[in-house]
């Protein structure tokens, strides 16, 4: 993006945070069980609409921030099961610590070592159970070292 293209958006201010990211689930209970209790996101809204259940969750430290579970109740009205999102992101502060708490809860990784982002952090991939390709960060400071 350009500067003038930048400026024309802080004028309309079209865009004002990240709201949430949607997941379509084929079990909620399940789902909310793994976003809660396992990766620690509070349950702020569970409901109904006549075709679909809906969850709303957040993490503690961004609570504005949130993901947003959707099971459809009617095959009528099923979303694609693909899409233009590819992944969902979580940061961590210390990647190898929570790589074997999930170990513990018998979740698998896409790959068995940690690998290097862009900026010189940590990431590695895990699937939510209903196959949402989910990543770890580890950032690295300003100091340029890694943040544990």
Do not use: W
Request: with cysteine.
């Amino acid at each position: 993006m350009n500067s003038t293209q930048n400026e024309e958006c802080e004028e309309i201010n079209m865009i004002q945070k990240m709201e949430h990211v949607a997941i379509m689930v084929k079990d909620m209970d399940q789902s909310i069980r793994f976003y809660s209790d396992i990766l620690g996101f509070i349950v702020r809204l569970v409901g109904n609409k006549p075709d679909r259940k809906m969850a709303f969750l957040y993490i503690e430290s961004q609570p504005d921030m949130e993901i947003e579970l959707i099971q459809e109740k009617t095959a009528a009205t099923v979303y694609s099961e693909t899409g233009i999102v590819n992944h969902l992101a979580f940061t961590v502060d210390n990647i190898d610590e929570t790589i074997h708490f999930l170990k513990e809860k018998k979740i698998e990784f896409t790959f068995n070592e940690v690998k290097s982002t862009l900026e010189g952090g940590r990431m590695i991939f895990f699937y939510g159970p209903n196959q949402e390709l989910l990543q770890l960060v580890e950032k690295v400071n300003k100091a340029g070292r890694n943040s544990q």
